[in-house]
T-cell receptor
Framework: DQQVKQNSPSLSVQEGRISILNCDYTNSMFDYFLWYKKYPAEGPTFLISISSIKDKNEDGRFTVFLNKSAKHLSLHIVPSQPGDSAVYFC?????????????FGSGTQLTVLP | DSGVTQTPKHLITATGQRVTLRCSPR?????VYWYQQSLDQGLQFLIQ???????AKGNILERFSAQQFPDLHSELNLSSLELGDSALYFC???????????FGEGSWLTVV
């Protein structure tokens, strides 16, 4: 049972336009959400996060939106640049006793076309 | 550079063999996590250690084991290797039970 789903395996966007990556989750206990970016043969790199008490968090060209009622989050990249081409993973976290662990989605390959 | 160091970067070994992957967490981080990424698969959580003790277990096979040492480095031991164990193995670390974890560059294991 996939608790975190990224239904679009790939997305292509023209340079300068907006990229919107989507993520859905099923576990209502998740209270912290993150986006990671991954280039081939490298480890995932933390990009941006949001707590469940917020509905928006912005960092430069990256904005994450959280819709708790729909159990949906999205990552907006504006403007998109060719260097943004990578696999983007969303992840969700919940506390389990004294431990926290991240559950990752399957990733979306973003290609920004020059 | 995340500050998480993994060795070796690449490893090729035969079926039935045993390998050890090593991870040094970021300075000050007490929690270490291991993840597996197979071809066309997402990141699968294997196991978490905190300050030397196992804290959480995910989809880790019985043939796999891990430990975290007093100096906080961690090792993932993979034994009786099968072709399907070929994957990228990532280590990550965080401060205590931090919400954000930071990944190393991974160890690419190929079983032939």
């Amino acid at each position: 049972d996939q608790q975190v789903k990224q239904n679009s395996p790939s997305l292509s966007v023209q340079e300068g336009r907006i990229s919107i990556l989507n993520c859905d989750y099923t576990n209502s206990m998740f209270d912290y959400f993150l986006w990671y970016k991954k280039y081939p043969a490298e480890g995932p790199t933390f990009l941006i996060s949001i707590s469940s008490i917020k509905d928006k968090n912005e960092d430069g060209r990256f904005t994450v939106f959280l819709n708790k009622s729909a159990k949906h989050l999205s990552l907006h990249i504006v403007p998109s640049q060719p260097g943004d081409s990578a696999v983007y993973f969303c992840a969700a976290s919940s506390a389990s006793g004294s431990a926290r662990q991240l559950t990752f989605g399957s990733g979306t390959q973003l290609t920004v076309l020059p | 550079d995340s500050g998480v160091t993994q060795t070796p970067k690449h490893l090729i070994t035969a079926t039935g063999q045993r390998v050890t992957l090593r991870c040094s967490p970021r300075s000050g981080d007490l929690s270490v996590y291991w993840y597996q990424q197979s071809l066309d698969q997402g990141l699968q959580f294997l196991i978490q250690y905190y300050n030397g003790e196992e804290r959480a277990k995910g989809n880790i096979l019985e043939r796999f084991s891990a430990q975290q040492f007093p100096d906080l480095h961690s090792e993932l031991n993979l034994s009786s290797l099968e072709l399907g164990d070929s994957a990228l193995y990532f280590c990550a670390s965080s401060v205590v039970n931090g919400n954000t974890i930071y990944f190393g560059e991974g160890s690419w294991l190929t079983v032939v």
